[in-house]
């Protein structure tokens, strides 16, 4: 199993252990095992920080597989690739060069909670994640299957991490931090009609069952289950796509990354997704097939945001569901008909594709298939995403109970930054709520824990309205060279020519100061007459109308205003939501001047008469912390409960 990766041809292609090739060393700074979506970031992450790393996986030509749909992003998740790519991550710039159909979601709603996505090529994404992570310098990539963490006791209960020891007859290979991200592959069992085999993916072989055994009994770690499901890959040739209503992308493709402008695909060759929709012909052989389908009588929790086709008949019987039809690829014959995740028998599953009008003489490529697998309960981990008990264990990706690529990649990169830090004896680091998703999602596994597998919204961010795709390189970028340093000069360097160009732009636009009739009059032939009311002065608070854009500023005022127009989309977003999260920020402050802030012990939490969830209620009733800075401190406190608490008390005062 030893070998070394080598790129040639912009294919990727795995030598065994060539002689001399690229050593392969005893020790390491930090070793990586798996290389999905949280493995690859984090081990791309650990070597931007100067750690020597080591990636070890099973397969090399799996490594940036893209196990479900081939998508990125979304709602909640696009600010996850936003926010890992100001951090110099993959994932994002992976999707610019992969993508094959970009839309951003949620148009309709204000861009704070846009969610950019991209259909992928599979292939395309794959080779960029390979081709990055074989130029990453400090960074060296093996195929190999990790089957025991070598730990030591340091004192009853705590352990201190010291290594790997492969597959096979390899000697064992040491490190100051390992990272886990084995993904759906920890004692792994796939699932089809009633059969079930272990193994982590389609074609893939579980995790050994010697990692789990050092996790749940040498470690002593609470491990838990969960399960998910994929739906079968169809022949695209064998679809009427005449019955299908067309969904075409959009027609400028916006970038992930902050570093593009523009994305690999040109508009005008991006492919079309469908959408089609279930009949009562579904739902009939959903009820025909529950006996034999195994899956779905187990009662282990699956994924509530994306469930199966048998969980959402079961739950919504006679509903009509949406299916969209998206591309596999851009010379691919398959289309994944997402919806439609189904582990019934595979002769069923063409019986229920069939009822689909545009589906019915649809040929299938692969079935859909289901997987259940171990998870470690994350609020054993410290922020840093480190496991509380054991010095230099750090988890990351769907081993912590998530779901999705994008919240693997914000993980992965985040403990890759924390396991670097931590073998080159620098503080670990933690993201706060305030500043980001990643902070959120981490916040809200390590505090919180897990049910069910947990995928990111928009509405699990309180400052959702500073946390914006559009700005994630002002909040991070500058942050991630300057204090965590995983950020390259060059992207800090544009970063930084961002963030004073915007700052010019806002003081210029603060300076242009006309009456509301002048400004009518300035602006009648660049706004075609749109403009109706004008009550305003000065042109940042302008800009805050729907019906003015910066555009229709620099037109008419070109001398002082065409030298920003590069920044023009932001600057509108900007001057939208600045005055709200000028507020926001002055609340954040307030939280942390009032950290001393005393609370009596007298206070009845469960009917104090301020909006607080009930969970949040019943921990303050719990735990009775006698400062503020102790309440913000609680798991599963959230800033905005903190301001109401801090407004209630400063007020009853
Ligand atoms: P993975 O991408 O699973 O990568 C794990 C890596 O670890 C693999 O490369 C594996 O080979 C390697 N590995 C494991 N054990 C070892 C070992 N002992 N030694 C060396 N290497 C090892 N997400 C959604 O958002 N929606 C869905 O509907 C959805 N459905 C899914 C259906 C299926 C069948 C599967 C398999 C996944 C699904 N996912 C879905 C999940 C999505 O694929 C994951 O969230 C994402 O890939 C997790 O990334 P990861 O890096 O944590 O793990």
Redesign the pocket.
């Known amino acids: 199993t030893w070998a070394c990766a080598s790129l040639r041809n912009g294919l990727s292609r795995v030598s065994r252990a060539p002689a001399g090739y690229r050593a392969i060393h005893r020790r390491y700074d930090v070793i990586v095992?798996?290389?999905?979506?949280?493995?690859?970031e984090a081990a791309a992450a650990a070597a931007r920080v100067g750690a020597e790393t080591l990636l070890?996986?099973?397969?090399i030509d799996?490594?940036g597989?893209?196990?479900?749909?081939p998508s990125l992003g979304g709602v909640g998740k696009g600010q996850l690739v936003r926010e890992v790519d100001a951090l110099d991550g993959l994932c994002g710039r992976a999707g610019d060069r992969a993508g094959i159909h970009f839309s951003v979601l949620n148009r309709s709603k204000g861009p704070a909670v846009w969610g950019p996505r991209a259909q992928l090529d599979r292939q395309r994404y794959r080779d960029f994640i390979q081709a990055e992570l074989l130029a990453t310098p400090r960074l060296e990539v093996m195929e190999?299957?990790?089957?025991e963490l070598l730990v030591e006791e340091e004192r009853p209960g705590r352990h201190r991490v010291t290594g790997i020891r492969l597959a096979g007859h390899a000697p064992p290979l040491e490190a100051s931090s390992v990272i886990l991200?084995?993904?759906?592959?920890?004692s792994g069992f796939?699932f089809l009609g009633q059969t079930s085999s272990p193994g982590?993916?389609?074609g893939?072989p579980?995790?050994?069952s010697g990692?789990s055994r050092t996790l749940k009994e040498t470690l002593g770690l609470q491990v838990g289950r969960l399960r998910?499901?994929?739906p079968p890959r169809i022949l695209k040739d064998s679809v009427d796509l005449t019955l299908a209503t067309l969904h075409p992308p959009d027609q400028h493709p916006t970038p992930f990354s902050f570093l593009n402008t523009h994305t690999h695909c040109k508009p005008e060759e991006q492919l079309p997704c469908y959408l089609v929709r279930t009949t009562p012909g579904v739902d009939r052989v959903v009820m025909e097939s529950l006996d034999d389908n195994s899956h779905i009588q187990e009662d282990t929790k699956g994924?509530r945001y994306?469930p199966s086709i048998e969980s959402r008949v079961l739950r919504f019987p006679g509903r009509s569901h949406q299916v969209w039809l998206e591309p596999e690829g851009m010379t691919s014959n398959l289309l994944y008909p997402q919806g439609l995740?189904m582990t019934m028998p595979p002769d069923m599953q063409l019986r229920l594709l069939r009822q689909i009008p545009a589906l019915h003489r649809v040929e299938i490529s692969t079935p859909g298939?289901?997987?259940q697998y171990d998870y470690v309960c994350p609020t054993q981990l410290c922020p840093s995403l480190q496991v509380k008990t054991t010095q230099g264990l750090f988890l990351?990706?769907?081993?912590n109970g998530?779901?999705?690529?994008e919240?693997?990649?914000a993980q992965?990169l985040w403990a890759g930054v924390n396991a670097a830090r931590s073998a080159l004896a620098a503080p670990l680091l933690a993201l706060s709520r305030t500043e980001s998703y990643i902070g959120v999602l981490i916040d809200d596994l390590v505090t919180r824990g897990v049910t069910e597998?947990y995928?990111m919204f928009t509405s699990r961010a309180e400052f959702r309205t500073l946390l914006r795709p559009d700005n994630a390189d002002l909040r991070l970028t500058l942050k991630g060279f300057e204090e965590v340093g995983c950020v390259s000069a060059q992207r800090y360097n544009e970063a930084v020519r961002v963030k004073e160009g915007l700052e010019e732009a806002f003081s210029t636009l603060g300076s242009l100061s006309r009456s509301p009739r002048d400004w009518r009059k300035t602006l009648e032939t660049s706004t075609k007459g749109v403009l109706r009311i004008v009550s305003f002065s000065r042109a940042t608070e302008l800009l805050q109308y729907n019906d003015i854009t910066y555009d229709d500023l620099a037109a008419a005022l070109p001398e002082s205003l065409a030298p920003f127009l590069e920044f023009s989309q932001r600057l509108k977003i900007e001057a939208v939501y600045r005055p709200h999260c000028e507020l926001q920020k002055k609340e954040i402050q307030r939280i942390e001047r009032e950290e001393g802030m005393y609370l009596s012990p007298d206070l009845d939490y469960l009917s104090l008469p301020v909006s607080l969830s009930n969970e949040v209620r019943e921990i303050l009733d719990r735990v009775r912390p006698t400062t503020l800075g102790a309440a913000t401190r609680l798991p599963g406190m959230t800033p905005a409960a903190i301001v109401h608490l801090l407004n209630f008390v400063t007020q009853k005062n």
């Open positions: 095992v798996g290389g999905g979506h949280a493995g690859t070890v996986t099973q397969k799996t490594i597989a893209l196990s479900c749909n190999g299957s990790v089957e991200t084995t993904g759906t592959f920890l796939l982590g993916r389609i893939d579980p995790s050994s990692l998910t499901g994929t994924p994306c995740s298939y289901g997987v990351a990706g769907q081993i998530t779901t999705g690529y919240e693997a990649a992965g597998p995928r």
